[in-house]
């Protein structure tokens, strides 16, 4: 194994957690932060043909929950965000004219319902990708 690359996947636990074949032994701790990667096509330069590398296939981001001395259990901590949904009522008067600047007026209201975060599943990881340290 090349030195870009920390350890490989040896078991898919679920869609969310992988295990790979390095732990305490290889100085891994909770907490630790990982690339879980899939190897693709040998890539070439199209003008002068010569072999760029391997393309890595990006399956997510992860970080150590459990280590043993040989193996180490990482979940995914990738998520996704929607947009935040906020509501704008707008100022409204209930007077016509100069009497609208100096009269009763409704007040703006503006609420901001902050969107929830949701854990992103692993992207077609596999036994065999490889994790890389970040």
């Given at each position: ?108 209201t503006e609420s901001i319902t902050p969107s929830e975060p949701v854990l992103l ?14």
């Amino acid at each position: 194994m090349s030195e870009r690359y920390f350890g490989k996947v040896v078991h898919i636990s679920d869609k969310f957690s992988v295990v790979i074949n390095a732990g305490a032994e290889k100085d891994v701790k909770v907490g630790m932060k990982f690339l879980v990667v899939g190897l693709g096509d040998v890539l070439r330069d199209p003008d002068s043909g010569e072999e760029l590398a391997q393309l890595e296939i990006v399956r997510g981001r992860a970080e150590v929950v459990h280590v043993q001395p040989k193996l180490s259990t990482l979940n995914s901590i990738e998520v996704d965000r929607q947009p935040d949904t906020r509501e704008i009522k707008k100022v409204t008067s209930r007077s016509t004219g100069i009497a609208a600047l100096i009269g009763p007026q409704d007040v703006v209201t503006e609420s901001i319902t902050p969107s929830e975060p949701v854990l992103l599943e692993f992207r077609g990881a596999k036994v065999g990708d490889l994790v890389i340290k970040l």
